[in-house]
């Protein structure tokens, strides 16, 4: 999303902080606005996930205390929302890792991408770090960093393909497709660094290539089976994961 203004009225709708006539507005706006509305998915699959963390955590907290026999009433240990999920995410950086064992519900193909995408590191990875900033690909990625899409995608896109940095825009371009939910045009993206061999980045544009499929909710076992089928691969065991858990 271009700005936090979405991301905010999102959180207030999950939070019930609307009224009756602001629920029915954002309600028409998911029916109208495909991008909102996949935003919303995104954020809403998200907020499944610390919910379950959070249950977990505290239910662990009530057996250790009632192994010591120091069971305190659940009505003293209340918090706000956002102190829960403050713990939530304080959990998830001390794991170091976004990983959680889910419930045994399975999860659409949208809900599974939205949970393990992950933004980039933005680095270019053996690129010449002296090349001028007005260069496309560095202006793209900085377009990236700070979420202003459409310049991001307009400076990756015009990097050429005889350019040596091609694959490296085209990596990021589907970065910048993703975050504007064009997913299709990630997918392509991606498709194209995956079937390269530039080592640095073929094997994370495959996996990215995978959640772009999915972020779409379609059919999309030949890339997860080309995973799968490689146990050496570094996203292998995601596959498996997102295999097991998917609908």
């Known amino acids: 999303m271009e700005n ?4 905010d009225l999102i959180e207030k709708y999950l939070s019930n902080q609307l009224s009756d006539t602001e629920k029915q507005s954002f309600d028409n706006r998911v029916a109208e606005d495909d991008t909102f509305a996949e935003e919303f998915q995104r954020q809403q699959s998200a907020h499944k996930v610390l919910d379950f963390m959070v249950a977990e955590s505290l239910k662990a907290q009530l057996q250790d205390m009632e192994e010591e026999s120091k069971i305190i009433s659940l009505k003293k240990r209340r918090r706000t929302r956002l102190t829960v999920l403050s713990l939530a995410a304080s959990v998830l950086v001390l794991i170091g890792a976004f990983w959680i064992v889910f419930p045994q519900d399975s999860m659409s193909n949208a809900e599974l991408a939205a949970v393990y995408y992950e933004t980039p590191d933005y680095g270019t990875r053996g690129t010449d770090d002296a090349v001028s900033q007005t260069k496309p690909l560095n202006a793209g990625i900085n377009a990236l960093q700070n979420n202003q899409l459409p310049d991001a995608i307009t400076q990756l896109g ?8 091609y694959l490296v825009a085209q990596y990021y371009l589907g970065h910048a497709y993703y975050a504007s939910g064009q997913y299709d045009q990630a997918a392509q993206s991606f498709s194209l660094v995956g079937s390269s061999n530039d080592l640095r980045y073929v094997e994370e544009a495959q996996w990215y290539e995978l959640l772009s499929c999915l972020a779409q909710n379609t059919e999309c076992n030949e890339l997860l089976n080309r995973l799968l089928g490689d146990e050496r691969h570094a996203f ?4 498996e994961e997102i295999s097991q858990r998917s609908k």
């Open 4 to 7: 936090n203004k979405d991301f």
């Open 158 to 165: 015009d990097v050429d393909a005889s350019d040596p940095d």
């Open 236 to 239: 292998h065991a995601k596959a």
